[in-house]
T-cell receptor, first 107, second 114 residues
Framework: EDQVTQSPEALRLQEGESSSLNCSYT??????LFWYRQDPGKGPEFLFT???AGEEKEKERLKATLTKKESFLHITAPKPEDSATYLC????????FGAGTRLTVKP | KAGVTQTPRYLIKTRGQQVTLSCSPI?????VSWYQQTPGQGLQFLFE???????NKGNFPGRFSGRQFSNSRSEMNVSTLELGDSALYLC?????????????FGNGTRLTVT
């Protein structure tokens, strides 16, 4: 069965302290790996799509990378406004979501 | 371009009642999916519709049903509500139907069952 596991569950950073979030997956045939950001009381907001191992995407302080077994979301010099829950999802025979990483960035 | 619109934003219902939630997808998107989100279970897939046909269904009881109209708008219905149905219900639309395109979510309907 397809599985998506995100770690850590929660992460607290000081402003400017860079870190990475992990999304490991087991699927029979990856059609796409997706990263989302979700703020409290809102729906997930699409960030990136990755299709093949070695691919990278960047947007402001965020950079997503993909290997055959996992994806990382690197956050460089985060700011308090980056605080949110970050979700990853894999597309195969359906769209399967991980439980998310709750990121808090303190000023 | 307007995003995914869900109505209503909040609902309070009593156990045993039924409820209908509505979703208008992004213009041009023909795939609509529904998810239930709770703190303990995360995002759980309910069902997906494409061109008025249910294409995929998650592991939820038959009390949960949905449909899609010819203009791609979708509704989901929950009958005989239980306390455990309290959750954020999210609708998402997508351009393609092969799970290789991102989902675009609405802000959800917060359902509280008392």
């Amino acid at each position: 069965e397809d599985q998506v596991t995100q770690s850590p569950e929660a992460l607290r950073l000081q402003e400017g302290e860079s870190s990475s979030l992990n999304c490991s997956y087991t699927v029979s045939g990856l059609r796409g790996l997706f990263w989302y950001r979700q703020d409290p009381g809102k729906g997930p907001e699409f960030l990136f799509t990755l299709y093949s191992a070695g691919e990278e995407k960047e947007k402001e302080r965020l950079k997503a990378t993909l290997t055959k077994k996992e994806s990382f979301l690197h956050i460089t010099a985060p700011k308090p406004e980056d605080s949110a829950t970050y979700l990853c999802a894999v597309g195969n025979n359906d769209m399967r979501f991980g439980a998310g990483t709750r990121l808090t960035v303190k000023p | 371009k307007a995003g995914v619109t869900q109505t209503p934003r909040y609902l309070i219902k009593t156990r045993g009642q039924q409820v209908t939630l509505s979703c208008s997808p992004i213009s041009g998107h023909r795939s609509v999916s529904w998810y239930q989100q709770t703190p303990g279970q995360g995002l759980q897939f309910l069902f997906e519709y494409f061109s008025e046909t249910q294409r995929n269904k998650g592991n939820f009881p038959g009390r949960f049903s949905g449909r899609q109209f010819s203009n791609s708008r979708s509704e989901m219905n929950v009958s005989t509500l239980e306390l455990g149905d309290s959750a954020l219900y999210l609708c998402a639309s997508s351009l393609a139907q092969n799970y290789n395109s991102p989902l675009h979510f609405g802000n959800g309907t917060r359902l509280t069952v008392t």
